[in-house]
């Protein structure tokens, strides 16, 4: 694998590994119909960054991050969380896990309709039976701009404000990592460019560990690196991405 652009910037101490995965692949079906989605593929994703992956459709992307979050099960090859190795989890446990430290932010907003903008944010603490952090709940609500927002329903609100409550609802439990798949998807530039200034700065303000997917060049030019996968394979990163240089790489990858 090769590794372009320059280092991310000081760390204080060693890197810890939030999230890593360990020849892991990944194939759906058996026989002539088997599709290998991943494989052997080897990565980790340092404690307080925001990293995006990458890749030409069909490379694997979103199949590492359902892998790498305990959506999908791994075919061969270890994932951890933290100290955890969650690929023999049983149901429950990997249930338990999602909810107590993993949150996710999806393309479609996923905020119940019923609900105000508070009271879906609270909702996976209200669901997990703990108590606020209140102290960081502020900070959320203050970091993602949404303070005069707290008591409209999602129809009140535009798409980049459902998105904005969504990520906060994903921060509020303290998560040791946040998956985001194609958080962007269903917004206009100027409500995206408002997300991801609002993900890359959960990174930097309140030190939240952030798992991107994205197709987006633009998206990916927020993270701190971007790793690039190609039939199942990871085949080189990025470092301090820009747009262009996410661009290039992955004509280079398509030609």
Known sequence: MTVTGEASGPRTGPATVAVAAQ???????????????????DVGFH???????MGPSGSGKSTLMHCLAGLDTVTSGQVRIGDTEITGLSDNELTLLRRDRVGFVFQSFNL?????????????????????????????????GLRDRLGHRPAELSGGQQQRVAVARALATKPQVIFADEPTGNLDSRSGAEVLAFLRTS?????????MVTHDPVAASYADRVVFLRDGL??????RPTAQTVLDTLMKLEA
């Open 23 to 41: 020849g892991v692949t990944k194939v759906y079906g058996t026989g002539d119909a088997a599709v290998h989605a991943l494989r052997g593929v």
């Open 47 to 53: 404690t307080g960054a925001f990293t995006a992956i």
């Open 112 to 144: 119940l309709p019923t609900l105000t903008a508070e009271q879906n944010i609270r909702l996976p603490l209200e669901i997990a039976g703990r108590q606020a952090d209140q102290e960081l709940l502020d900070r959320v609500i203050r970091t993602v």
């Open 203 to 211: 990174v930097r303000e309140l030190g939240q560990t952030i798992v």
């Open 234 to 239: 990871l085949v080189t990163e990025v470092l």
